[in-house]
Every structure is written in structure tokens, then in C-alpha cells.
């Protein structure tokens, strides 16, 4: 309990409600306070680290000196408490209801499709909300800069953009949906010849702009009047508030802060508390004091003079930026080079809400190594005011300002006052550069500021300063570099001499932290050389050289193009004769998206507190391969708060859940096989005291030596799970004999994390008899978490009860992570008699549940010079981690898609799933097929490379064209194959861009464009029969309502959607009358996964035969009243309920045979994408993509779309980005958004349209309709060949031909480095990476 201390307490307003405070805890950010005390759950917890932006609300404040109220978009993870005193917070639930009335931004994200979890979506929502409280009439920029800092998992960015570009002023032609626009070659992605049509079609549209509400400013909160008076007030008072561990002091004056400052030399000032935050959080750092001084005038006041701006160290981002963008108005032209070079590298750091609150000051003061701000301020002269009790001093910002490592030379009992940005003096010119692992919201790999001041009229170098961030423990300064510069006329021998001194001044070591060692050397290369080119340009607008920059190096200063244009969603209309009643084949919107939108919609973690609720925290081994020795809770039972640490021995059932014959223990007895297995779990009566708890739990252990992280090392030790599998057609040897010409080659595939915004969670609550427990969580497959916990706790499934309301995004990560996870939660609730919540945090969901397969693809292949392959040999590795989850089946279904779409007559695969002591992989969107078509696609690269013909032509070749059998003998029809690769490339117009591109190419050195065009052919159904199987349970009132439940679960699919449109075809009502509240263990027995892209098949035909059944019985009545409506005919009457079982296909898969019809059928998509890549820092932006997709008959088309765009971005992250790291000792580093980056906004395609195959249809499936929740995750992959198509276009440029590998992802490390430019040769050659030879990370 937080101590009383006699102050007035803290004062703030809460969605126009006052609160006050008097002794708030410290440790308490605002996102818990909301939802834990206020009970405000619409704003989500998706990181704790300002990353995902699910936290985000608005902050309201008034400026007493500009009479102004400012609002800004914050992340409620990162806000303490303690600093609300004054605020007016706006959550989501203040703006709109569904009960009330809806504010605009929430109605239009939820009516253009752009909710489909819903977990992400109040972020979207405030972020928007603020954005228009600030700016009613926003740019398309603007609100795509607005939105930057949230983050969606489910789909794919576009409907978002489209929904809230209708708040745009002038939609200006490129804004228009539908329009017939295009950007012209240079500008975007048109082609070389112009402009390239799309016409207006008489097309439906997935959402109607018509009826949207109006934004209507007058109905805002106002802001309260007493925060007015309060802002008002002069002479403000100290806060101290006590909590159990923390001491907050909050001075009102300066001499105040400074006396503080003298007082606890240690205290952090916590300012915007994005690092401090941060440490205090994930690293475990504590200070039992903390001044806030944010209610210091001094620290916020800006004064411009004529030599420069001086801006307090307080000011917040985004207050320099308005500071830089006035001065950059205010001062010539010429005087501003640095104001621009800074507002620049500030419009990139981090997203929206992370500028609304981190300061100057505490940028500088963090002192870190890749800060985007410090090396421009160093290279700039930029100076700052030290202050302490002892007095003043003004410090130049430069490398001996920064001592290290989080180190400067202010003295414990300093503070930075104001830092001076010194106007540009004549002839003297600064540019800062970036580059980052995304495009936004993302910490830079390394960056730079540089400045050069000439003589006057001459080119000769009076000074010059380089800098540079992300090359060691602290900025750099590459002085030596400049020495070869510094009195020397501006030219290319001299360049040369810089360029030589850099590559030989920055050194790494191969374990330096971070790792890209070769990509980082060669960006400071490539950064210089910008700044070459740039420095030539403005030489040139001088007339003080003659020179031109040659035509073809222009582009290499020239940014992307990213100008988002209007995506174009293409599908039929349904039949003419249709019911306007029947939603069928209609766009519908979610069905909770707009209580999604309002934060109304519920997920686990939502539910309120129960009575004597305790929390639970995991405690994971820290070792990768060690005998268990003690496990010591003696000091964690002494804590407040703690009741209990659970172990294994605590399991009264099986202590085990077996996956493919092999056990895999809940919690880990005697021996643990990889850092973050699950060792024993602490509960209490908050989850602050769990933490303390669990940190206090001491395991002591014993390292066992033969570990094995790699595939190569699991293959020299033969630690697989077994069984190994192969399949083969023909005669591969003979094939490959017959052959012109054979290649072999590999690629590697990294995992993928899955990244669902909401984390794992659980709410086990003991009914208290008959061993009956309720069980709430967030999972794919109900059914599972319900045997494993009745297993695990010894008793029948009957008495156990799982209700799954929604899901927060799944993608395969949550079933059979979150049945061992539930049932650990349930253990404890079992020995504690007590409900029991567990709610992983980001950092843990990450470490413990696993991620996609990374993959080693190894092929043969034979072919002949017409392109036809005559037989292919692959053999694929799946790293499965410590034990075998579903790997076995994940290595099957690998051997079942690796043709493709592709008819090789001698084809043979083997799979195996290696044992690793890495923590244990799991299904993922897709199971494995996204992996292997990787590698038969890069297989069919190769020979295209080798014959020097183009991908696109082999593709053709080889493609399946007739009804044709697989390698397992099932027969079908590619028709739709075909029919979807031709209108592709004929949509996508790809012949005369590819023309295009190949004359930009010509004209361009530095910058390429690639295009490719890639099919898929996705089996879709469990090779399980018995998992083909569904059932549903359908009520219908007296007062004509239905219930209708299932056995699929919500998460974000939709499909309730669907289920409810299926019902109200089937029952003949409105969709309005039908409701679905939850999927649930108690209403549908023994239910499958969602998953496999079956749901809606499955459970649609449930619901199709159980609301057929119920229509049919009321068919007496119905003649009885011909003319009476469904609420006459179903009053009166008893209650209806049915419960119908569908019974699915029969598949199955014989693997000693290898023949089978392990699938019901096969969905077609064909995507092709067009990107343009800087080969100097392998950045890329994707301009275009297009797709078409034979979905059958869809039954909502704005839910296929959703997830067709959704599974793309998906897989455009896993191909292009996204990036798993592993320390040597298999520690997994990349534990949050901050780590391991997921597509954002910026990453979506330019222009993004998506074709429904017209005239398909589908016996196998409900209405004719087809399976796409996993497909189109694989079309990511035309992006990362279009990237290898730009690459091979520079390789071409360098006197490089022929294959050659490109490992997924193709990151910009990846990208930049196999583009072979003069740069990163001479790092190559350098060979001066010094230091220990172990690598930073593992290649798994
Ligand atoms: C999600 C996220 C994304 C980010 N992206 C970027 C990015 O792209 N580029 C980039 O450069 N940075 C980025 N950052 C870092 C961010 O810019 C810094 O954390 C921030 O500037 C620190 O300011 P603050 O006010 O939050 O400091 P706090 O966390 O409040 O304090 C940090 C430290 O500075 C000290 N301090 C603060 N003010 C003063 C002062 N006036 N005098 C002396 N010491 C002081 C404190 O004692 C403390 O030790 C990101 C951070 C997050 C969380
Ligand atoms: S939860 Fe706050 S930013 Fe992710
Ligand atoms: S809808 Fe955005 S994360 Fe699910």
C-alpha cells in the first residue's frame, strides 16, 4: 500500500470525470490505472514498451503561457500516473458508444473493413481522434504520420488508410477510390512510358461513403475549466508521493529541481519516461527516488536569436519540430541547413506518440548509441546548458560530451537546461542520414550528421565534421575521415581518400552487438557518399564547381516514392434474383467491429477482477541445455503479496501433454532444454507482486554441454523427431540424367514470431464443487485447452468449461502453447482453491510460445535449355526447437505443397524436424507451405538465372495446365490457376512494366526496381479426417431471436460474420436478429481447431444443416401461416434448439504408400509486386502489388479481402523483415515490437489491389465459397523476389551473372550487401572486422 504524505494529491480528468489522487503509486502507469482501477478495458496492452501503440489515448493540457489547450496522442504503457496532474485524459471509451452515439473515427475504421481482431483498434481509434483534434482536416500524410506508431497484425494496413482517408480535405485525384490516376514513372509506380490507367468500373464497393457520420468538432469533451485555473496557479508546489518501493518528487521551481538534484544525485529525472520507462521495466532497474520536474517552466522555454534557436531540454519532439519548422520559416533559406537536416531524423523518431512525450533533454542525456538526434546535434555545433546548484556551464555537444555507453560528462547533480541549434553559417551546409530495420517507428541501424563549411566561392574545405550513430558504444566521430578532407577541395580524389580512411576508421568486431557487422561498415560508406553527392549538388547551385552528377547516380539522393495511393478491390456482385434479405455473398462488416471501435468488445483479459483473483507469472530456465539442481522460493514466500510458487510436483494429474508420441513436460522436473522453458510459476495477489515474486524464485542449475541450436549441428548429431518423411514421383536420378543442365543450391527461411497483438491469456476460476473449473481464454482450439487441463488436474472433461469470446489475433500460435499455459494457470487455481489469471507480457509471450519453422531448403534440379525441369530433389530442415509440438506434421504438410503449382514429372522431397535447444516452434499461419514454396520458387529462380531467361517464363513452363495428379496422386483441376496467373499479369499490366523497369534500370546505378509475378496452389482441409468435423447448437427465442453457437473461435477472421450470414440465409431472418456470444466447451462438444483455413467450411455447414433442420420442422406452422412472419411462427412455440454435427470430408494421407487426399481442395492466388530498392542501404518500398485470388464463390467479400491483404503484409514481413535473433548461448534477443519489427503502415504496398476471381465455384465447400485464411500469406513472397529481381538487375551493373542466394528475409542487410556495389566490396576486402570471432547471432 502507497503511504499517506500529506500533499495535495494529484488532480486530473478522466474522459471529462475528475479524479483525485492523494497518494498514487509511482510504479503505476497509466494503462493499469485505467484498466484495473477505473475499469476502462478499450485501451489494450499489447507491449508495455511503446511499440504497438494498443495503449494509445489522448492527453489534453493547457498552456497558461499561449492560452492554448494541446492534445496529444500518448502511449498510456509509458505514462506514470504521477505525471497526470493537470491532464485531461481521453480514452476510448470517452469519444463514442455503441449504446450512445459513435464518434466518426470510430464508426469509419469499423464500416471500411479496418477491424478485424479488434485488439488494435481503440489505438487506431485515439490516435486518429487525436490526430483530428488537432487538425479536423488532415492529409492523407498527415494521417498516415498519425498512425505510424500502431501497429496491426491482422489486416494489412489498407482498410484502415482507406476508412480514415475519408476525413481528408481534398482528396486530391491519386486520393480517390477507384480513380483513374496513376503516378508517373520517377514519381511512383507507373511505367517508363507515363502513366499507366486504371479505369473507373462499374463496380460494388466494399464500403459506401454515403452514410457516414459527419465529424462534428462541437461534440468533443471540452476541456475541463478547473485544469484551467489550475495551469493557471504561479507558484506550483512539490508533489511527493510514496509508494511501496518508489518515491516520486515532482518540483515546482527550478531552484526546487536543482535542490533535489543536489539531494539525490542519483534520481533520474523522469521526463517523457521512454528510456527510464523502459529500463524500469525490462531490465529490472530500480530508483527508490525519482524526480519529474515536468512542471519546471524553465525547461520548456524557447527563445530564437539570430545565431540560432536555444529550445529548453524539456521540449518534447514534438514541440522542436513546431520550433525547427517556424525557425525554417522565420531564417533565410541559407541559414537553415541544420534546422532541416534535424526536423528531419525528428519526423523519424519513433511513432506519433513517443515524439508527443520524449524530450531533448532526455534524448541527449540517455546517451545512447544509435539516438537519431545526437550525431546531428554533434555535427551541427550544437552547445547545452549544464546546471547545478554550483552554477552553469554551456558544453558543446560533441564526442566528448558522450563518455560511452549510456554516459555523458554531466555530473550526477546536473541537469540539461537548453540546448543552442546554431543557425548555418554562408557556404556551410549540414545533412543528417538514417537508416533503419523499417522504414518508420523503428531505431536506426545506423545514422549520421554530417557538416562540411567551405571557403568563400571556393570548394575548399574549411571544416568538416562527420558522425555517426549505431557503430559502437557511443556516437562516433570519424575524424580521421574528415582529416583526409578537412583543407582540400571537394572532388572525387579526394572522396576516395575519405572513403579508404572510413572503411579502415570504423572497425567492428564479428560478436559487436547488434551484429550486420559488413552491413553497418558499408551504410557509413554509403552515407558518405550520399553526402558526397548532395554536397556536389549544392556546390553546383553555387557555381563554385562545374561538375555534373552524373544522370545515372541523381537517383541515389533522391528518397523512395511513398505516395499511397487508393487500392482497388475487385469482386462480383451477387446473382440479380437474390434476396435483398440475404447477406450471402455481400460485403458485411465484422460483427462486433463497431465494439471493437469502441472499446466496448470484451477479451480475456477484460473480464473484471473476481473475488481473492490472483496473478500468475511463469519463471522461465535461463540456461539452454542444464540439470535442474534447487529450486529455491524461500525468499519469494517472504514477499508481500506472494501465496504461492508452483511447481511440478503441485500437478495432481498428468504432468505432461503428448504431441505426435512425443510427452513434452507443463514445467520442467530435473533437466531443461532451452532458455525460456517453463520451470515453475509464481502467484499473488497482484501481478506487481508476482513480478517481485518470480524474481526472487533462485534456480540453480547445472550446464550440460552438448547443445544444439543450428540445423547443421542437430544434422551432425542426428537429433530429429522422428519420423522423417520423404516422397517421390518418377525417377528423379534418371530425371536429373536426362537433364541439359543440373544446379544445386539452398536458401534458409527464418521463423516468424506471430506477433498477435494480444498476448496469451487466461482467467481459471474454481466453481468450488464438484471440481468444476470455468476457464477463460483467448484460444484456437477450446476442445484442446479443455483436455489438457482436465488431464493435467486429474479430472473429466466434463467438468471443465471453456469460454473463448474473441481472440486478439492467433494465426496458429494459440493452441497447443496455450493449452500448456492454461493448464499451468489451472494448477495453480486447483492448489490455491482461488481464480487465477495469467496474462503473458510481450517480452514472455515471445521467449515461451514459439514461432513459425525457420527452414534450410537444400534442391537438385534438372532442366533443359526450353526451361522445362525435368526433375527436382529437395530436402528441407524445420529447426522445431526443444520438443516436437505439431514440428512432425509441420515437416508433412512441407512435403505435400513443394511442387506448388508446378508439374515436375521426377520429383522427390524429404523433410525432417530438428531437435534443437532452442525454444520449441510451432504452427503458424500457413504450416510449414509459406517455407517450402519459398524454396521451390527460388529453385525455379535459379534456372531462370542459369539460362538467362526471365522467372516469370520457367514459372510458365512448368506450371500445372491440365487436370493433372500431385506427387501424392490426387487428381485436379488447375483451371483457376491458369485463369488467375493470366488475368494477373494482365492486370497487373506486368509485360509493359516489366519493360519499364528494365529502362529505369538503365538509367539508374544506384536505385533498381524489380517485379515478380508468383502463383500458389494451397491445399485446404485437415489430412486428419476427424479434424474436418464441426458442430453447432442453434436456439431460437419465443421472441424470434437466435443464438446460434459453434465450435469455431473469433479471432479476427470472421468468422461469426460469416456463421450469422449463413444463419440468416438458412433461417430467412435478418442477419440483425441472429447473435453469436461465444465459443464454448459447455454449448459444442469435442470441437476442432480453427485453423487450416476450414473454419467457415466446417462450421458453416453446421450451422447451414442445423438452422436447415429447425426451418423444416417449422415448415407445419409455416403452411398452417403462409402469410405470417418468422416472429409469428416462432411465438408461442417451445423453445427450439438443435444441435447438428457436420461430418467433413473424409481425407487422409498414406505416407508408407505416399498417396492420399490429405485435402478437399485447392485454393489459387496469384500476386504480383513491383518494388524499387536503394541498393546503397537496401531499403525498399513496394509500389505496387495486385492480386487475384480464386476464393470460389466468397460469402463476404470485405472478409476475404481482409484476409487476403491481411496474410499478405503477414507474409511480406516474414519474407522481407522480419527477423528472429538468437544470442551464441540461444537466447532469443528480439523480445518485443522495439526488437523485432512487424509491417507497419509504411510497409503496405503503394498502390494494393486485390482481384476475386470471377465465375469459380466449389462443390466441396459451403455456398460454393473456398478457404483463404492462410494462402495469400505466401504471395508475401513476390515481394522478396521482386527484390532479388532488382538485386540481380545492380548484381548485372557490378559484372555479376548467374544464381545466387538470397536468404528470407530479404532485409535490407541481406538486400544491400548481395547488390555488390563498389561499398560493400570494399568492406569485403577490408576484412578489418576485428575482435572475437564468435557472431552476435545465431544462424539457426
Ligand atoms: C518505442 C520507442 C521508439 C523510439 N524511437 C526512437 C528513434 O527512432 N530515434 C531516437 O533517437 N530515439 C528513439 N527512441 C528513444 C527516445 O527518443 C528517447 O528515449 C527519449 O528521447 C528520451 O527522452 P525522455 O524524455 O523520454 O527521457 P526519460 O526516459 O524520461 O529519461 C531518460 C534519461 O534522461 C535523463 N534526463 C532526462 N531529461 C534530462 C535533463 N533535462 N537533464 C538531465 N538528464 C535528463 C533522465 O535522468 C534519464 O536517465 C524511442 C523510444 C521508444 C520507447
Ligand atoms: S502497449 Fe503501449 S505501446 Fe504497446
Ligand atoms: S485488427 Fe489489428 S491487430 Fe487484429
Known amino acids: 500500500m502507497a503511504q499517506q504524505t500529506g500533499n495535495d494529491g494529484l488532480v486530473f480528468y478522466v474522459n471529462g470525470k475528475k479524479i483525485m489522487e492523494n497518494n498514487p503509486d509511482p510504479e503505476t502507469m497509466l494503462l493499469s490505472y485505467l484498466r ?160 499507366v490507367e486504371v479505369t473507373e468500373k462499374d463496380q460494388p464497393e466494399l464500403f459506401s461513403k454515403d452514410d457516414l457520420l459527419p465529424l462534428d468538432p462541437s461534440q468533443d469533451l471540452i476541456f475541463p475549466p478547473e485544469l484551467m485555473r489550475l495551469a493557471e496557479v504561479k507558484d506550483q508546489t512539490t508533489q511527493r508521493f510514496c509508494g511501496e518501493r518508489m518515491t516520486w518528487i515532482s518540483p515546482g521551481s527550478l531552484d526546487e529541481l536543482l535542490q533535489l538534484k543536489a539531494d539525490y544525485p542519483q534520481a533520474p529525472l523522469v521526463m517523457g ?106 555535427a551541427g555545433r550544437c552547445t547545452l546548458v549544464a546546471l547545478s546548484k554550483d552554477g552553469r556551464r554551456r558544453v558543446p555537444i560533441d564526442k566528448d560530451f558522450f563518455l560511452g555507453f549510456a554516459k555523458t560528462i554531466l555530473k550526477p547533480d546536473e541537469i540539461a537546461l537548453s540546448v543552442f541549434i546554431p543557425a548555418t553559417r554562408p557556404n556551410e551546409i549540414v545533412h543528417a542520414f538514417r537508416h533503419a530495420p523499417r522504414k518508420e517507428n523503428a531505431l536506426a541501424t545506423v545514422n549520421a550528421g554530417m557538416r562540411v563549411w567551405f571557403n568563400e566561392n571556393s570548394n575548399v574545405v574549411k571544416e568538416i565534421s562527420i558522425y555517426y550513430g549505431g557503430v559502437g558504444a557511443t556516437i562516433l566521430s570519424a575524424d580521421h575521415t ?127 477482477h473476481t473475488d481473492g483473483e490472483l496473478f500468475l507469472v511463469i519463471i522461465t530456465s535461463s540456461r539452454p541445455h542444464a540439470k535442474i539442481t534447487r529450486i529455491d522460493c ?53 501481478k506487481a507482486h508476482a513480478k517481485r515474486g518470480a524474481a526472487a524464485v533462485k534456480i540453480s542449475y547445472e550446464d550440460l554441454q552438448d547443445r544444439i541450436f543450428t540445423v547443421e549441428d542437430a544434422i551432425e548429431k542426428e537429433s530429429f523427431f522422428l519420423p522423417k518423411r520423404m516422397i517421390e514421383r518418377g525417377d528423379v536420378e534418371k530425371g536429373l540424367r536426362d537433364a541439359e543442365q543440373v544446379y544445386e543450391g539452398e536458401i534458409r527461411i527464418g521463423g516468424q514470431e506471430h506477433f498477435y497483438l494480444e498476448t496469451q491469456s487466461f482467467l481459471v476460476v474454481p466453481v468450488g464443487e464438484e471440481k468444476e473449473m470455468k476457464v477463460y481464454l483467448s484460444t484456437q482450439h477450446p476442445t484442446f485447452t479443455q483436455e489438457s487441463v482436465a488431464e493435467t488436474l486429474g479430472i473429466p472433461s466434463n467438468r471443465v468449461f471453456c469460454h473463448v469470446k474473441r481472440v486478439g489475433g492467433a494465426f496458429g500460435g494459440k493452441v497447443t502453447k496455450t493449452a500448456i499455459l492454461a493448464s499451468i494457470t489451472a494448477v495453480a487455481a486447483w492448489k490455491t482453491g482461488r481464480p487465477v489469471r495469467c496474462v503473458l507480457e510481450r517480452g514472455e509471450d515471445m521467449l515461451i510460445t514459439g514461432a513459425r519453422h525457420p527452414v534450410w531448403g537444400k534442391y537438385k534440379v534438372g532442366f533443359m535449355k526450353n526451361g522445362r525441369i525435368t526433375a527436382a530433389d529437395f530436402q528441407y530442415y524445420a529447426n522445431a526447437g526443444n520438443t516436437a509440438d505439431e514440428s512432425v506434421l509441420v515437416a508433412e504438410k512441407i512435403l505435400l505443397h513443394l511442387d506448388n503449382a508446378y508439374n515436375i514429372t521426377n520429383l522427390r522431397g524429404r523433410s525432417a524436424a530438428c531437435k534443437t535447444n532452442l525454444p520449441s516452434n510451432t504452427a503458424f499461419r500457413g504450416f510449414g507451405v509459406p517455407q517450402c514454396m519459398l524454396v521451390i520458387e527460388s529453385m525455379i529462380d535459379d534456372v531462370a538465372l542459369k539460362l538467362g531467361r526471365l522467372p516469370e517464363e520457367i514459372r510458365e513452363i512448368n506450371m500445372y495446365k491440365e487436370v493433372s495428379l500431385t506427387h501424392y496422386k490426387m487428381e485436379f483441376d488447375p483451371e483457376n490457376l491458369v485463369r488467375c496467373w493470366n488475368e494477373c499479369i494482365e492486370k497487373a499490366e506486368f509485360r509493359q512494366r516489366r519493360q519499364a523497369i528494365d529502362l529505369f534500370n538503365r538509367q539508374n546505378q544506384f536505385k533498381k526496381r524489380g517485379i515478380a509475378i508468383v502463383p500458389i496452389k494451397y491445399g485446404i482441409g485437415f489430412a486428419e479426417g476427424f479434424l474436418n468435423q464441426a458442430a453447432a447448437l442453434v436456439h431460437i427465442y419465443k421472441d424470434g431471436t437466435v443464438l446460434v ?164 503484409v503477414q507474409g511480406l514481413g516474414l519474407y522481407t523483415m522480419e527477423e528472429l535473433k538468437f544470442s551464441p548461448s540461444g537466447v532469443l534477443y528480439t523480445r518485443g515490437p522495439g526488437q523485432y519489427k512487424i509491417p507497419s503502415f509504411c510497409d503496405v504496398p503503394l498502390k494494393f489491389n486485390v482481384y476475386l476471381l470471377a465465375g469459380s465455384s466449389n462443390t466441396h465447400a459451403i455456398y460454393s465459397s473456398k478457404g483463404i485464411g492462410e494462402p495469400t500469406v505466401f504471395l508475401g513472397s513476390s515481394v522478396f523476389f521482386a527484390i532479388k529481381d532488382a538485386v540481380t538487375a545492380a548484381r548485372k551493373d557490378a559484372g555479376l551473372s548467374g544464381p545466387f542466394q538470397l536468404n528470407s528475409p530479404a532485409t535490407p542487410e541481406r538486400a544491400c550487401l548481395a547488390c555488390a556495389t563498389h561499398f560493400t566490396k570494399m568492406v569485403a576486402q577490408s576484412g578489418a572486422n576485428s575482435g572475437p570471432v564468435q557472431p552476435w547471432a545465431l544462424n539457426i
Open 273 to 378: 519516461n521512454t528510456n527510464i520507462g523502459l529500463d524500469m521495466k525490462f531490465k529490472g532497474v530500480f530508483h527508490p527516488v525519482i524526480i519529474s520536474p515536468t512542471r519546471v517552466p524553465e525547461l520548456f522555454k524557447v527563445t530564437q536569436k539570430s545565431e540560432g534557436v536555444c529550445v529548453g531540454a524539456g521540449c518534447s519532439m514534438s514541440v522542436l519540430k513546431s520550433v525547427l519548422e517556424r525557425s525554417i520559416k522565420d531564417f533565410p533559406l541559407e541559414d537553415t541547413h541544420m534546422f532541416r537536416a534535424l526536423l528531419q531524423q525528428i519526423n523519424l523518431v519513433g511513432g506519433q506518440q513517443i515524439r508527443n512525450v520524449a524530450t531533448l533533454g532526455g534524448n541527449i542525456a540517455s546517451a545512447y548509441p544509435n539516438s537519431d538526434l545526437t550525431p546531428v546535434l554533434a
Open 36 to 195: 484495473k482501477k477505473l475499469r476502462l478495458t478499450g485501451t489494450k496492452y499489447g507491449c508495455g514498451g511503446g511499440g504497438c501503440g494498443a495503449c494509445t489515448v489522448m492527453v489534453s493540457r493547457y498552456d497558461p503561457q499561449t492560452k492554448s489547450i494541446n492534445h496529444w496522442s500518448v502511449n498510456a504503457c509509458l505514462l506514470p500516473v504521477c505525471q497526470l496532474h493537470g491532464a485531461a485524459v481521453t480514452t476510448v471509451e470517452g469519444i463514442g458508444s455503441t449504446k450512445t452515439k459513435l464518434h466518426p473515427v470510430q464508426e469509419r475504421i469499423a464500416k471500411a473493413h479496418g477491424s478485424q481482431c479488434g485488439f488494435c483498434t481503440p489505438g487506431m481509434v485515439m490516435s486518429m481522434y487525436t490526430l483530428l483534434r488537432n487538425n479536423p482536416q488532415p492529409t492523407l500524410e498527415d494521417v498516415t504520420e498519425g498512425l505510424a506508431g500502431n501497429l496491426c497484425r491482422c489486416t494489412g494496413y489498407r482498410p484502415i488508410v482507406d476508412g480514415y482517408r475519408t476525413f481528408c480535405e481534398s482528396e486530391s485525384c491519386c486520393q480517390l477510390n477507384g480513380s483513374a490516376c496513376y503516378m508517373a514513372n520517377g514519381n511512383g509506380n507507373g511505367n517508363e512510358n507515363g502513366s
Open 634 to 686: 524461500s525468499e519469494a514466500l517472504k514477499l508481500p503479496g506472494v501465496v504461492d510458487v508452483i511447481t511440478a510436483k503441485d500437478i495432481p494429474g498428468k504432468k505432461f501433454k503428448t504431441f505426435s508420441g512425443y510427452d513434452e513436460e507443463l514445467l520442467a522436473v530435473d533437466e531443461v532444454t532451452c532458455v525460456g522453458q517453463m520451470v515453475c510459476a509464481v502467484v499473488a495477489d497482484s
Open 482 to 608: 574528415s582529416q583526409q578532407i578537412e583543407g582540400r577541395p571537394w572532388e572525387e580524389a579526394v572522396l576516395s581518400d575519405a572513403y579508404r580512411a572510413l572503411v579502415d576508421e570504423i572497425k567492428l568486431g564479428p560478436s559487436a552487438p547488434g551484429g550486420k557487422v559488413d552491413f553497418r561498415r558499408s551504410l557509413t560508406l554509403s552515407l558518405l557518399f550520399k553526402f558526397n553527392l548532395l554536397v556536389l549538388q549544392y556546390l553546383k547551385g553555387k557555381d563554385v564547381t562545374q561538375g555534373e552528377i552524373p544522370q545515372k547516380m541523381l537517383s541515389a539522393i533522391q528518397p523512395l516514392p511513398k505516395n499511397t495511393q487508393p487500392g482497388y478491390q475487385e469482386f462480383q456482385n451477387v446473382s440479380e434474383g437474390q434476396s435483398a434479405l440475404d447477406p450471402v455473398g455481400r460485403p458485411m462488416m465484422h460483427r462486433t467491429a463497431l465494439s471493437q471501435a469502441t472499446g466496448e468488445a470484451v477479451y480475456c483479459d477484460d473480464l473484471p
Open 1045 to 1208: 453457437s459453434h465450435g469455431g473461435t473469433e479471432m479476427g477472421q470472421g468468422i461469426h460474420t460469416k456463421v450469422q450470414q449463413v444463419a440468416s440465409r438458412e433461417l430467412n431472418i435478418p442477419a440483425s436478429s441472429i447473435h453469436i456470444s461465444e465459443t464454448s466447451t459447455q454449448c459444442v462438444p469435442n470441437t476442432c481447431p480453427s485453423a487450416a483455413s476450414f473454419g467457415t467450411d466446417a462450421n458453416g455447414m453446421a450451422v447451414k444443416d442445423a438452422c436447415q433442420i429447425l426451418y423444416n420442422r417449422l415448415e407445419p406452422i409455416r403452411k398452417k401461416n403462409p402469410k405470417g412472419t418468422w416472429q409469428n411462427w416462432v411465438s408461442g412455440q417451445t423453445i427450439k434448439i438443435v444441435l447438428s454435427v457436420f461430418r467433413g470430408h473424409d481425407l487422409d494421407m498414406d505416407w508408407e504408400k505416399q498417396e492420399g487426399k490429405p485435402y478437399a481442395y485447392f485454393t489459387y492466388a496469384v500476386a504480383c509486386s513491383e518494388i524499387e530498392l536503394d541498393c546503397l542501404t537496401g531499403e525498399y518500398r513496394t509500389l505496387r502489388t495486385d492480386i487475384v485470388a480464386d476464393i470460389g464463390r466468397s460469402i463476404n467479400p470485405s472478409i476475404d479481402v481482409g484476409q487476403i491483404e491481411g496474410a499478405f
